[in-house]
């Protein structure tokens, strides 16, 4: 049974950095891309970037590039997120998400099999 873990959220000033973790454990991911979405209070699920386990590429949406960063380490089969310069409108709770690479760019949810639970990111002004 394929499980994602989240940890590391919480709060933290506005221009601080934060760390989330997601282990990934109950299949091999080398076909997969692991992503990371967020999503606030009454807004939709949304797109923050990926990494392929493969191969370690990247894609960011606009509003987190230069500021967030992916990362994976396979011996711990754990993907990252380091979040910096964090702003109050990065507050949400984060997914990650592991979803059989297509030739898309794959920022839609739909296109994720297995999801993480969550963890809450609070930044205050």
């Known amino acids: 049974q394929v499980q994602l873990v989240e940890s590391g959220g919480g709060l933290v000033q506005a221009g601080g950095s934060l760390r989330l973790s997601c282990a990934a454990s109950?299949?091999?991911?080398?076909?997969?891309?692991l992503g990371w979405f967020r999503q606030a209070p009454g807004k939709e699920r949304e797109f923050v970037g990926r990494?392929?386990?493969?191969?370690?590429?990247?894609y960011y949406a606009d509003s987190v590039k230069g500021r967030f960063t992916i990362s994976r380490d396979k011996a711990k089969n754990t993907v990252y997120l380091q979040m910096n310069s964090l702003k109050p409108e990065d507050t949400a709770v984060y997914y990650c998400a592991a979803g059989r690479t297509v030739l898309s760019s794959m920022r839609r949810p739909d296109e994720y099999d297995y999801w993480g639970q969550g963890a809450q990111v609070t930044v205050s002004s």
């Open positions: 990494i392929s386990w493969s191969a370690g590429g990247t």
């Open positions: 109950g299949r091999t991911f080398s076909n997969y891309q």
